[in-house]
């Protein structure tokens, strides 16, 4: 045969497995009507296997592999459709209408925040990035962030989340999912480090250089530069510039920001040191209660997956292309205590009032063992 009639003759064959595959998805329609009145499950492992099992002894030996592949994927966009039409009623479902119920808050301009550092941390100047008019009380670390909030001393807390070098930060994962605490607004902040100094040392005069240890890492090559000088690590960049303050020392120096040297008397020997001009951080607004302000369009969880389950992560994923969600951050890391298991971090971009999403959530909730949905919020870029 020539190409162009091999061709004609699969182009033939498509249309025939396209008239099938919606009369496959019309079954499914009775699927999910069924489903709700029994209160089955969307998935059924059992019957998945039992069919792949069925389908691919009616092909050769060469193609089974292939067909087995072909069939997972029309399951998978089955389930997909399952999740999109059916209803749920979990606590977590229940949780979010209640939230939504409340319509699309207006976030408030003024607000008693709870922040880890001393005053010119960048989490305080997060806090004044995302509200107009921030009460700030510093606490010593992020624990206390979550104390002030859980006790109602502060309405939110402005914590770290991530860093565009040096990645997640677990501990405040942790927290969020021991305390069952909500993001409701994030912000990201350009870190723009600065080399400070009393206002009569010189560069050349330099014996020394005090930051927090990631700050100092991320300048790594400017401190190269420098030559022999002694470099020490403390609690962070604001805490740095306040111990410079009080250390009569003109051969020491710090690492710290623009508003750290204004705030402390400082001058800014050189400015922008680090790295790499993209450095940033992501910090997140966290509130005891759940609340969706308007332009809430950003989502976070974080889950676990089986064990022992191969393509358990493929599967996973799959849920996600199959309701044509875009997926903006997914990272991973050992759970302590737990011989081969690993915590799933995911950030993707849907609306939370469309019921599909919802249905997702859910499902997800449902199918894995730890599942914890972190809000729905905005981000200030």
Do not use: W
């Not at 249309?15 to 489903?35: H, N, Q, S, T």
């Not at 069925?54 to 092909?59: A, C, G, S």
């Not at 809430?296 to 969600?325: D, E, H, V, W, Y």
Request: charged fraction near 25%.
């Amino acid at each position: 045969m020539e190409l162009k009639d091999i061709r004609e003759k699969i182009d033939q064959i498509d249309d025939k497995i396209a008239k099938l595959y919606a009369e496959r998805m019309e079954c499914v329609k009775d699927v999910i009507d069924a489903k709700k009145q029994s209160g089955k499950a969307v998935f059924d492992p059992d019957r998945e296997k039992n069919i792949i099992l069925r389908v691919t002894e009616q092909v050769d030996e060469d193609k089974q592999v292939y067909l087995k592949r072909v069939f997972e994927t029309i399951m998978d966009t089955s389930k997909a459709y399952q999740t999109v039409n059916s209803v749920y009623s979990t606590n977590l479902s229940r949780d979010i209408e209640g939230a939504l119920s409340k319509g699309d808050l207006i976030f408030p301009v003024k607000a008693k925040v709870a922040c880890q550092g001393i005053k010119g941390a960048y989490s305080g100047i997060a806090a004044d990035r995302l509200f107009e008019l921030a009460d700030i009380t510093y606490f010593k670390n992020f624990e206390g962030v979550f104390q002030a909030v859980e006790r109602g001393f502060c309405k939110y807390g402005v914590l770290p989340i991530e860093n565009s070098t040096a990645g997640s930060v677990n501990q405040v994962y942790d927290l969020m999912k021991k305390h069952k605490f909500y993001i409701v607004k994030s912000v990201r902040l350009p870190i723009l480090h600065n080399l400070i100094a009393h206002k009569d040392t010189r560069i050349e005069d330099l014996t020394e250089v005090i930051s927090h240890e990631q700050a100092l890492s991320q300048c790594k090559a400017f401190l190269e530069s420098l030559g022999d000088i002694k470099i020490t690590a403390c609690a962070n960049t604001a805490v740095a510039a306040k111990m410079l303050a009080e250390n009569p020392n003109k051969g020491v120096a710090a690492i710290s920001s623009r508003e750290c040297a204004d705030l402390y008397g400082l001058k800014i020997l050189s400015n922008n040191v680090q790295d790499s001009n993209t450095n940033y951080t992501r910090f997140i607004l966290i509130a005891k209660q759940m609340e969706f302000y308007t332009g809430a369009r950003k989502i976070s969880i974080m889950t676990t997956l089986p064990q022992n389950t191969p393509g358990s992560l493929n599967k996973l994923l799959s849920k996600f292309s199959n309701a044509g969600i875009n997926l903006t951050k997914l990272e991973s890391r050992p759970i302590m205590g737990s011989a081969f298991e690993f915590m799933f971090y995911f950030d993707f971009e849907c609306d939370i009032h469309q019921q599909g999403v919802r249905n997702l959530l859910c499902e997800l909730d449902n199918s894995t063992e730890q599942f914890t949905f972190l809000g729905a919020y905005d981000e200030i870029k």
